[in-house]
C-alpha cells in the first residue's frame, strides 16, 4: 500500500486490481474502473473527467489490469485525476502557496512521507505595478490590467516551481496539489478576479470561498489536473492568510483564550477560542516591520534584529540575521533598540532623546537629531547607520495603536488581557521580536513571558497543513464561518486610548509592573 492511503489527505493513490473482460463479464472498460476504485477506496462517489475517460480503454489494457489511481476529494465526490501502472514506487509532491503582497513564499512537500523538502520565497512580481494593494486594485482597472496582473504572478511561480522541480530530480508534472493563502485581494489577482468593489461601499468580494481549481484553469506548471485549494476571506479586509493563521495556531481548537496577531500593513487581531472567534485589523503595521525607519528593512542577512546597550557604559551590542555585517534593522530589532535606549536612559518616556545620556553618539542632520547605531566602519554599508527622532516617534505611534487596537477589542468583548493564555505573534516579525522589549515599549500587554508564542508564517503553516490533512482542509470553512469580524471605529474614546498609550510604556505605569523606567 503506497504511503499516500494512511494518512487523513484529501490526495489518494489507490491501487486496484481489477478482473479483465470476458464474455461472462463485459461490463465498460470506465464502470469497471470505476467499481475497482470504490472498492480499493471504500468509498463510492467517484468521476472522471472526460479527457482521461476517453484514454482508460488503452491504459487498462497496457497496465494489465493493475492500476494505481490517483484521486482527490471535491468534497462530494471523489475525483480521478491520472493512472498509473503501480503504487509502490510513486513519488508526488504538493505546493503550499503563502501569496503575500510584498513576498510570496512557496513550500515543497512530499505527500507520501509529509516532509518538507524546501521553502522559496521572493519579492512578488506584482511589485512592479504598485507595492501596495490598492495601487493594483486601481490599475486593475484598465484595460487588460488583471490579466497582466495574474500572468506577472503566475509566470514567477511557474519559473520558481520549475526551478524547485529541477533542484529535487523531479518532474512538475509530479506535483499533484496545491493550497494557498493570502489576503482577499490577493486572492482575487491569483485568480483573475476582478477586485474593483473590495475597496469601494459595501466593500465586496466576487467571492469569499473559492471552489477547488484545476491547475489548468491557472496554467500553473504542475500536473494540468492537480487541484489548487485557495483559502477564503471572510471579507474584504479579513483574508484567507489570517484563516490559515487561525488553524495554524490551533486557538479554533482550544479551550482557553488566545489571541493571534499577524503585523503587515495592519496590524490584525483575532481574539477567541473553540467557541468563539472576534476579529478586528487597525494601521498599525508599517512601523513595526521596519519600514517606516531610515535605516529600516525587512528581515533578512545584515539585517539587525537584536540590540542590547551597558546601562552603564552606553556600549551597544548588535546582531544580525546570519551574523552579516549590519546594514538595516528589522521591526523586532527596532522595538529591541528604543526598548534599550528607553532602560538606558537615552529617550524619556515620550520617546525623546537625552542628550547627556547619548554623549558621543548624538547629530543632527538637516535640523533632525540622529542617534549613531552602528559606526561606519562596522556597518556593511560603509556608512553610519542611524536613528533619528521622527523613526522613534513613528514608531511610538504604532506601539501606541497597536496597544490600543488590543485594548478596545478586549474592552469591547468585556475580556481582561489577564485571562489570555496564549499570545500569537505571526509573520516575520513574530519570528524575531523579544516579547520583553515589546512590553517595556508598552506595545503589548505585560502577560508571563510563556505566554508569548511566535509563530513565524502561519500563512504558509497553515497553507502546509490544509495541504496535507481532510480534516483540516474542512476545518478552514468551519473557521472561516465562525469569525465575527468587528470594525474598530475611531472615535473619541479610541483617540483617548492612543494618546494615554503614546509614552513608554504607558501613562498608566501600574498596566506595566514588570517594567522598571
Known sequence: MNRLQEHDGW????PCELSPPSLKDNTADVDRLLRGIEKGLQDDGVAIRFPLLKRVPGLLREYGYKICALLYDEGHCWR??????????LSLYGLAIDMGSSTVVVRLVDLSTRAILEDVSFLNPQNEIGPDILTRILFASQKGALDRLQSLLVE????????LAERHAIQTKAIVAVSAAGNTTMTHLFLGLDPYWICREPYIPVVNKPALLRSAELGLAVHPEAPILVFPNVGSYFGGDLVAGILASGMAGAEEL?????????AEVVIGNRDWLVACAGAAGPALEGGVASMGMMAGPGVIDMVRIDPGSGAFSVRAIEHEPPVGICGSGLIDLVAQLFLAGMIDLRGKFVAERCAG?????GGMKHLIVVRGEDSGTG?????????IDALIRSKAAMYTILTTITTMLNVSMKEISR???????GSYIDPQSAITLGMIPDLPLETYRPLGNTSLTGAGVALLSAAARDEIYRIRDRITYVELNVNQEF?????AAKFIPHTDKSLFPSVQS
Open 156 to 163: 514567477k511561480l511557474n519559473q520558481e516551481i520549475s526551478r
Open 495 to 499: 483617540m483617548n486610548l492612543f494618546s
Open 383 to 391: 556608512k553610519d547607520l542611524t536613528l533619528s527622532q521622527s523613526d
Open 80 to 89: 480521478v485525476m491520472d493512472l498509473y501502472p503501480t503504487c509502490s514506487d
Open 361 to 365: 553618539r548624538l547629530q543632527e542632520v
Open 423 to 429: 499570545f500569537n505573534i505571526a509573520g516575520t516579525f
Open 11 to 14: 490526495v489518494r493513490a489507490v
Open 258 to 266: 488566545s489571541i493571534l496577531v499577524d503585523v503587515g500593513t495592519n
